[in-house]
């Protein structure tokens, strides 16, 4: 059986790629800090810092994916910002490290980024081509990426995936979404016109599963499907999708009152967005299971 690492695999984007990637017969280790309830995978403790006894699974291992990176879901302090960073950029020099110490290198090295990259705009469709924005979650993207070119072997397939709003039934934002909607509080927040740039959790499986397996994939893709939609637009569909009728709106400043009192979280993540389309994963004929909202909410919400 072909190994596959997957490294900050304990989250719902981790662990439905290893849910799949066991069906198809691969083995599956995960290498994180928290080991979650009913792991899929085979699960190695590391501290995302220090070298230790889990730099031996990378030998003779197909390939590896690293998704490590603390959430941007919180308050942006000076504390938080460091870690977003630091957690990104120091757990993949150190996996760079890591396959230095070793003799048979994986093929492959999947490497989670940000479709954030593109900084935020209302008129603009993003595409893999388009120019970077400013602020701090360009700078992520910018130094998670310098870092890893800095430390993958050049003779390795490199791929980079620039991930949008992944959509799962087990965890991130959505279900925080949801829960706000079923109380009534799913209306549009501030203009509405800002993009939300998405991708169901089984599409984003399936591409980085391609990006192991495709030998013609390398480079830099965004992952996210191919209609992008307004908030206002999203949140219609999500109280639609919830059967609810009621969505009362936020405006702007209300949202950035209550995000960081409430929610414990920056307002900046709602107000703020972009749409982006995958120009390589088109001409590379990848095909989405779920290439609108509302195929992808009918599968989330299908017991609802």
């Given at each position: 059986?072909?190994?596959?690492?997957i490294f900050g695999g304990s989250g719902f984007i981790g662990q439905n790629l290893a849910k799949l990637l066991e069906t198809s017969k691969y083995e599956v280790h995960i290498v994180s800090r928290n080991k979650p309830k009913n792991c899929f995978g085979q699960f190695t403790h590391w501290d995302t810092l220090t070298l230790g006894s889990w730099v031996n699974l990378l030998e003779d291992s197909e390939a590896i994916v690293n998704l490590v990176g603390r959430s941007v879901d919180c308050i942006k302090t000076a504390e938080n910002i460091d870690e977003i960073l630091r957690s990104r950029v120091d757990s993949t020099l150190l996996i760079g490290q890591a396959l230095k110490q070793i003799k048979n290198k994986p093929k492959t090295w999947v490497q989670m980024s940000t479709a954030h990259r593109y900084g935020d705009s209302l008129n603009t469709i993003c595409t893999e081509s388009s120019s970077?924005?400013?602020?701090?979650?360009?700078?992520?993207?910018?130094?998670?990426?310098?870092?890893?070119?800095?430390?993958?072997?050049?003779?390795?397939k490199q791929v980079i995936v620039r991930t949008s709003f992944v959509l799962g039934k087990e965890g991130g934002a959505l279900h925080r979404m949801?829960?706000?909607?079923?109380?009534?509080?799913?209306?549009?927040?501030?203009?509405?016109?800002?993009?939300?740039?998405?991708?169901?959790?089984?599409?984003m499986s399936q591409l980085l599963i391609q990006a192991i397996e495709n030998s013609n994939m390398s480079g830099v893709y965004i992952a996210s499907a191919p209609n992008p939609v307004s908030n206002a637009f999203f949140m219609e569909r999500l109280r639609i999708a919830l059967n609810m009728k009621i969505g009362l709106p936020a405006f702007a400043w209300m949202v950035k009152l209550g995000a960081p009192l409430f929610m414990n979280t920056d307002p900046e993540l709602a107000l703020y967005g972009r749409y982006c389309i995958s120009e390589r994963l088109k001409e590379g004929g990848f095909n989405f299971n779920y290439p609108t909202l509302e195929e992808a909410f009918d599968d989330i919400f299908m017991d609802r």
């Open positions: 059986m072909k190994k596959i690492i970077f924005g400013y602020g701090l979650a360009p700078y992520v993207g910018k130094m998670w990426e310098r870092a890893y070119l800095e430390v993958v072997p050049k003779n390795m949801a829960s706000l909607t079923s109380l009534g509080l799913g209306g549009t927040l501030g203009h509405g016109k800002q993009g939300i740039s998405w991708i169901h959790e089984d599409d």
